[in-house]
């Protein structure tokens, strides 16, 4: 439990972080988000994050 909130946190740091990097450097921080993405399923030993289709699927439908 105590990991999942501390990768939680730091991908959420990550993400703050790319957003203002996007902005700073005027791209589009979509495209930054998806590079910094696949750099991170690089780095080994950080956990494997997996969703469940119904979570996924309810998220989209609320949209």
Do not use: D, Q, W
Not at 5 to 20: D, R
């Amino acid at each position: 439990m105590e990991n999942s909130v501390l990768l939680l946190i730091f991908l959420a740091l990550v993400i703050v972080c790319t957003i203002m990097l996007a902005k700073k450097i005027r791209v589009a921080y979509p495209i930054l988000l998806v590079f910094v993405g696949l750099a991170l399923c690089f780095i080994p030993g950080l956990p494997k994050v997996e969703l469940e289709p119904k979570v996924v699927f309810i998220c989209l439908v609320l949209k």
